[in-house]
């Protein structure tokens, strides 16, 4: 549906226009001053207004920016008996559209309403789009209530608003991307570009010319000018991940950059500015890599202004019942599958499990299962690492109890003697009667070797 309003005081005129716009399929909000124009452009499904200049209680082109702030996403064309040039560079100075004549321009009424009209209609889906990548990376998105990561979000939260350089450390596949997005999401540069560079996946050259670009001609190769990330992330922020890899004489550059705001294009030979936020990533000890010359000390401290250290999975398994509900729901979504939930032993195998790949590792293995799976997902459908790790937790849970550590023993010291009750005795250095008698009372004779 396309939605106009009508600000026009002169009845006749405005069911004129009005008849003439249905008839083309738009639908049609009359009013006949100022005031009622304000309340009715509250209507969010209005999406162009056509404005007359000289309204009883006001002028079009002073009510533009107060149009606009209650409805910005829709277009303001206004209309004049007699139009000046002054005025007309007003009202668009003032936000407007475009400023015609009554009488002269009407064939072009029209044909201006229909621009404004999917000019309007593509802002809205543009915001909604926006709307839903900034939740989709927001802290919300991020996953967990345990204190560890509860910490890691509220220091998050509290220097996303400022312009200092972030440092995130922690394993690898504990979020530290995912981190970084929210930051940049719940920034003031959240509507510029969120730019990411992996300084362990490609070699020195390329890392240079992706995050300076280059001039054409800079070497074989570079046959046009190319923009890199750092001019990319101007205003917006750049997240270099897995910065430890970063070679020596690059850190040298990147710290200039981070001082100055300028950087040099390869084969250029003068300074471009860029003002972008850093956030980098490390699972390595930049400490200790810098103590030991493989990171440069001096961009170890520009960096470490802010430091979070996201905790591995082990350290937060309160957060895996609530995880394995997020991705299952992910997954049998993605599959079109219905959710089957599962079993108390597959939530428990995956508690006990090392994790040592973290949240990437867990997020694998439920997808895995889900593809597996034909009903609700239990340890059949779990790597064997995980069946082990809970036959092995089974065991030593049966064995809490002095008695039965006292009867798996024997059992196992039978076994080991072949039945032979005089050498049990002996290794296990008690009386052959008191042997007799365990075996008795435990019920070993039955089941054990004789
Ligand atoms: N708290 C969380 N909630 C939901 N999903 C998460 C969370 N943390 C991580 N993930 C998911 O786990 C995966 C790994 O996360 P991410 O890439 O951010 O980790 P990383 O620490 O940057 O890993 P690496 O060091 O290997 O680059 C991603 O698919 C991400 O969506």
Avoid at 43 to 51: S, Y
Wanted: proline share 4%; hydrophobic share 40%.
């Amino acid at each position: 549906m396309k939605t106009v309003l009508i600000i026009d005081d002169e009845e006749k005129l405005r069911s004129l226009l009005a008849r003439v716009i249905k008839a083309e399929g738009f639908e049609v909000i009359e009013a006949g001053d100022c005031k009622s124009g304000l309340k009715a452009i509250e209507n969010p499904v209005i999406d162009a207004v056509l404005c007359d200049v000289r309204l009883p209680d006001g002028n079009g082109v002073e009510l533009v920016p107060m149009l606009k702030s209650r409805n910005p996403n829709a277009e303001i064309i206004l209309l004049t008996a007699n139009g000046n040039i002054p005025d007309g560079v007003q009202a668009m100075k003032n936000g407007a559209m475009d400023y015609i004549v009554k009488g002269d321009d009407n064939d072009k009424i029209l044909p201006i309403l229909d621009k404004a009209v999917e000019k309007s209609q593509l802002q809205k889906k543009v915001k909604k789009l926006e709307a839903i990548v900034s939740s989709k990376f927001s802290f919300d998105a991020v996953i967990g209530n345990s204190q560890p990561i509860q910490e890691a979000i509220n220091l998050a939260k509290k220097v996303a608003p400022t312009e200092a350089a972030v440092l995130l450390t922690g394993e690898t596949g504990t979020g530290k991307e995912v981190f970084a997005q929210a930051i940049h999401y719940s920034s003031h540069r959240a509507d510029k570009n969120f730019v990411a560079l992996n300084c362990s996946a490609f070699g020195r050259e390329m890392i240079e010319s992706e995050l300076f670009g280059y001039k054409q001609g800079a070497f074989t190769g570079a046959l046009k000018d190319k923009r890199g990330l750092l001019e990319e992330a101007h205003n917006g922020t750049l997240f270099l991940d897995e910065i430890g890899e970063l070679p020596l004489d690059l850190q040298a550059k990147l710290l200039r950059v981070l001082e100055t705001h300028e950087f040099i294009k390869l084969g250029d030979t003068k300074p471009s500015k860029s003002n972008f936020r850093l956030i980098a990533a490390t699972n390595r000890d930049l400490k200790t890599e810098s103590e030991q010359h493989r990171f440069r000390a001096d961009l170890y401290f520009r960096l470490n202004v802010f430091q979070i250290t996201l905790p591995p999975l082990r350290q937060r398994i309160k957060d895996i019942p609530l995880l394995l509900d997020f991705f299952l729901d992910y997954y049998t979504k993605q599959t079109n599958k219905p959710n089957p939930g599962y079993t108390a032993d597959f939530a428990k195998a995956l508690e006990r499990y090392a994790w040592n790949g973290n949240i990437r590792e867990l997020k694998n293995v439920i997808e895995r299962a889900v593809i597996i799976s034909d009903g609700k997902l239990d340890i059949s459908v779990l790597p064997s690492d995980f069946r082990d790790t809970v036959s092995t937790a089974s065991e030593s849970l049966s064995s809490f109890s002095m008695e039965s550590v006292e009867k798996q023993h024997i059992q196992k010291v039978l076994n080991h003697s072949q039945g032979n009750r005089a050498e049990a005795a002996r290794l296990l250095e008690i009386g052959i009667a008191t042997l007799y008698r365990k075996i008795d009372e435990f019920g070993l004779g039955k089941s054990g070797k004789q």
